[in-house]
């Protein structure tokens, strides 16, 4: 029979469904080095958010079939690790979204009516009716940083509230949002419009730190902000300080960037305008049924030797059908988010050509595979191989499918073109011998380079000097440069560069790369 270590505490739902099937151990609050000695043992692992899946944890189990989580955020999870044992990670993308949606609601509430202050001083024998004069919701203007799931949930209700709806999400369709009754507007005219702001985004590069000092001042002195997303999405220093003095009205925090929260953080001393809830979004007796259930049944069937149903990083095929199929799938989400990045935000078409000996493989894993690389930038875990088409459809993306099997620069190759806010952009790859992703073509410019973490790729005219220029412009911002690649159909023509770096572009260098002379436009892409 299977063994099932279960780590973290998970409605019983889960555990019947996991006994079906398999031995199962719950186990508890293990400290990492425990984790590593027992899991050569196990089969499977199921966690919520407290446990830790390193890369050490990953390679000690070797039994491991899947690690499931009950939840959506796979941070705790090295991802990348599983997926290169071939171990399938799941989730549960919508098991917690009412949840989260109700209780940045319910945070939202609080705060304009200082109900956790009040509750407290009627408690310790007080009736101060003046201390706590609050603030209605009615007719105000809600900004949503994020219009996804838990978004498009927290905007409806709001809406039937009364509240006026303006949303930033670079990544939605203005249809989609008038659809929730919802105006998109930039990051900057949301933060100066709203009386109330909250976020519903996941954390990446791109959002760390959204919401900043600078930030925080462009707030109205009567706003409020809530984050029942990810931890480190605001700067907690600055936003202490921002409610201490008055700036803002106030904050609500269910995340944070250290969790649990440091006993001498600032935010501790915020008063009755700072709510703090320890990440009690998910935690309805609802959501925690949904989720365990959610993800025991999906453990279950891998265990079995079924696809699993949301799977983040292999798609829910047979096995067999899977090992064939893997390595095109991980060139495929390469290419996809990678073309993504190059066209901009706001896809708006992605054509997918399958080309040699691929033109005769089924191209819907392929085709999913690069959707979900094109989505990852905006949606992290949220978008897997089960919803990554209906995410594309939701936000308008027009998808083509093409085979050519009589294009053979490579014996298989896979060609993606997007059209999006930067104009049309395409990448072309292939798989190596030995299995190695190389790009091997950016906008119809031939090169040869494999995909790593942090790249730049710029289009420029070719002419002497400028390679120098760029790669002595990037030492000077101490960016070391892994490898670099020039592709050019004509000598002093049109050209693209492709850098590959070892450290991630500091803030402030693209503008200074666009002013190299003959450099045209200039893009990075993180992996
Ligand atoms: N507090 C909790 O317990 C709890 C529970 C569930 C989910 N969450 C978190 O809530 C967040 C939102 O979840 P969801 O289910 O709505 O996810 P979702 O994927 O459905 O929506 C996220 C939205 O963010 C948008 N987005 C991505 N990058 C952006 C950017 N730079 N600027 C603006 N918008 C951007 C995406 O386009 C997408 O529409 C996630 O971080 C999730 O982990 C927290
Ligand atoms: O309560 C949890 O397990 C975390 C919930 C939430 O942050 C998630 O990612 O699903």
């Known amino acids: ?8 505490s998970v409605d019983r739902a889960g555990i019947e469904i996991l006994s079906q099937v398999a031995q199962v151990d719950e186990k508890t609050g293990l400290p990492l080095s425990d984790l590593i000695s027992i899991i050569p043992e196990y089969d499977a692992l199921m966690i919520r958010s407290g446990t830790q899946v390193t890369k050490e944890v990953i390679e000690a ?5 899947i690690i499931g ?3 959506v955020g796979v941070d705790n999870v090295d991802v990348a690790a599983a997926t290169r044992q071939g171990i399938v990670v799941v989730n549960s993308p919508e098991g917690n979204t009412i949840a989260a949606a109700e209780h940045a609601l319910a945070m939202m509430m ?3 009516r200082y109900v956790p202050d009040a509750n407290h001083s009627v408690k310790s024998g007080d009736w101060n009716r003046k201390a706590f004069i609050g603030a209605e919701i009615y007719k105000k203007t809600l900004g949503l940083i994020g219009l996804g799931k838990i978004g498009s949930h927290v905007a409806n209700v709001a809406k039937a509230m009364g509240m006026k709806l303006i949303a930033y999400d670079p990544y939605i369709s203005n249809e989609r949002a008038e659809q929730i009754g919802c105006r998109l507007v930039e990051l900057d005219v949301l933060i100066q419009e709203a009386d109330y702001i909250t976020l519903h985004i996941p954390r990446t590069e791109e959002t760390a730190n959204l919401i900043n000092a600078e930030a925080l001042a462009k707030m109205k002195p009567t706003a409020r902000i809530i984050n029942c997303a990810r931890g480190g999405l605001i700067d907690e220093a600055a936003l202490a300080e921002a409610v201490k003095e008055g700036r803002i009205a106030g904050a609500a925090l269910d995340v944070f960037g250290n969790e649990p929260l440091e006993e001498d953080s600032p935010l501790r001393d915020g ?7 320890p990440h009690l979004g998910a935690s309805t007796a609802e959501a ?16 079995l030797g079924l696809p699993a ?19 095109y799938l991980e060139l495929a989400e390469t290419l996809g988010n990678m073309v993504g990045q190059l066209a901009g935000g706001r896809v708006e078409s992605l054509t997918i050509s399958l080309q ?20 990852t930038p905006a949606l992290r875990e949220r978008v897997n191989y089960v919803n990554a088409n209906i995410e594309a459809k939701e936000r308008g993306i027009r998808i083509i499918e093409m085979r050519d099997a009589s294009v053979r620069d490579y014996t298989d190759s896979l060609h993606l073109e997007a059209k999006g806010s930067r104009g049309q952009h395409t990448v072309t790859g292939a798989l190596l011998g030995d299995g190695e992703l190389r790009i091997t073509n950016v906008d119809e410019f031939p090169v040869n380079v494999p995909p790593i973490q942090h790249m730049l790729f710029t289009r420029h005219r070719d002419m002497p000097g400028i390679i120098g220029r760029i790669g002595s412009l990037l030492g000077s911002f101490n960016v070391n440069i892994a490898s670099m690649q020039v592709g050019r159909k004509i000598v002093r023509g049109d050209a693209v560069m492709v850098l590959s770096l070892d450290d991630p572009l500091p803030e402030g260098i693209l503008e200074e790369i666009l002013k190299v002379s003959g450099i045209r436009d200039a893009y990075t892409v993180t992996m």
């Not at 189990?61 to 079939?65: F, P």
């Open 288 to 303: 925690q049924v949904n989720v365990a259930v959610d993800v025991a049944e999906q453990i279950r069937d891998v265990l």
């Open 356 to 375: 040699g000996d691929l033109a005769n493989q089924d191209s819907k894993p392929i085709t999913i595979a690069a959707l979900k690389g094109l989505l």
């Open 61 to 65: 189990g070797a039994q491991l079939k």
């Open 69 to 71: 989580r009950a939840g």
């Open 1 to 8: 029979m299977p063994k099932v270590l279960v780590s973290d």
């Open 271 to 277: 008063g009755k305008n700072l709510i703090l809830t």
């Open 309 to 327: 149903r949301s799977a983040v990083n292999i798609p829910g095929l047979y096995p067999d059908a899977l090992a064939k199929l893997r390595p």
């Open 110 to 112: 609080s705060l304009s």
